[in-house]
């Protein structure tokens, strides 16, 4: 009897395991596309840094940093550790959608400015989230290359930087380029176009809108014609087959990055030797493809005559 009785008064205080509170909801594995993003500093521009419940960003400056200032610290925490001078670690704290802002001051004096932006805990479709934000210094871009960038080539003038060298620089801080979608993998916005002597300077932007890594093609340029005849053989006689474009030679190329990760963005420029003459109804136009879609290139048309860069129009004054 004592231990029949011991055992109901156990049994007495056990609580439900209905009334026990569940434990949170871990994300699935295919809730997030990972993106790793480089980016120039800019007074100028605030950057939009997409979080997840359960998910850490890290900020790397090219200083160490001074201060971090949270708008919401009861939403977001930003984490700075002096071993790691370069390094901002944030995350959100709440499982609710959330928005806040975030500051970052280097001890030189740089600042960069963050929206934060939580979606909160919901289950979906993969969305771009922000695990790596690298910050580069105005001026010091990467060259685009087929594997991987590279830094800035040493016999870069030290007066400053050449048309070429600013055209990507100045894209690079173009915060929120007009994107042209046509619903493939890319999209894509064209910046400045300029000549530079016989040659002409297109600087351009392009983002990963899939759901999967995608790598870039190197860009091309073409004069198409829509209304294109067959070219004539030997004896005079025309070929069925229509010949729409024309390649235009590609005397360069740079890009920030080539792989990209579902929702990075990639800014590039081209520079390229300009047909002397074209027909009325011939446009000259940017192709530019993935790898694994290079017969869904994206067109952008270019203005077959590009003012002169600043440098030109100084020198003929």
Same mark, same amino acid.
């Given at each position: 009897?004592?231990h ?30 990972p ?6 500093i ?6 939009d ?8 960003? /890290? ?21 700075h ?24 001051? /280097? ?24 695990f ?16 991987e ?8 003038p ?25 619903s ?52 005079g ?10 390649q ?10 080539q ?7 990639a ?10 003459f ?5 446009r000259l136009?940017l ?18 005559t590009?003012?002169?860069t600043?440098?030109?129009l100084?020198?003929g004054?």
């Amino acid at each position: 009897m004592k231990h029949k009785f011991a055992s109901l008064i156990f049994l007495g205080i056990v609580v439900p395991a209905t009334a026990q509170q569940a434990p949170p909801r871990l994300p699935a594995t295919n809730d997030v596309a990972p993106v790793i993003s480089k980016l120039t500093i800019s007074p100028d521009t605030v950057t939009d840094l997409r979080l997840k419940p359960f998910y850490a960003a /890290t900020i790397r400056m090219p200083e160490p940093v001074s201060s971090v200032v949270v708008g919401a610290p009861t939403l977001f925490l930003a984490e700075h550790n002096e071993h790691e001078p370069d390094l901002v670690v944030v995350k959100p704290i709440t499982a609710d959608p959330a928005v806040s802002n975030l500051l970052i001051a /280097t001890k030189s004096g740089l600042v960069v400015s963050l929206r934060l932006l939580s979606d909160g805990s919901a289950s979906g479709s993969a969305k771009p989230v922000d695990f790596v934000l690298i910050y580069k210094r105005r001026g010091s871009f990467l060259i685009g290359a087929m594997d991987e960038a590279q830094t800035t080539p040493a016999h870069a003038p030290k007066a400053g930087l050449t048309p070429y060298e600013l055209a990507l620089s100045e894209q690079t801080q173009v915060s929120s380029p007009a994107w042209k979608d046509e619903s493939g993998a890319i999209a894509a916005s064209m910046g400045m176009v300029t000549g530079d002597g016989d040659d002409v300077l297109v600087a351009f932007s392009v983002l990963n809108n899939s759901s999967h890594w995608v790598e870039i093609l190197p860009p091309q340029v073409e004069l198409a014609n829509p209304n294109g005849k067959g070219s004539k053989n030997s004896k005079g006689e025309r070929n069925a087959k229509k010949v729409l474009a024309d390649q235009v030679a590609v005397l360069e190329f740079r890009f920030t990055q080539q792989k990209l990760a579902p929702g990075a963005r990639a800014d590039g420029v081209v520079r390229f030797e300009r047909p002397d003459f074209k027909q009325h109804q011939e446009r000259l136009q940017l192709v530019l493809a993935t790898a694994d879609a290079v017969n869904r290139p994206l067109l952008l048309e270019l203005p077959f005559t590009a003012q002169p860069t600043t440098a030109n129009l100084n020198a003929g004054n």
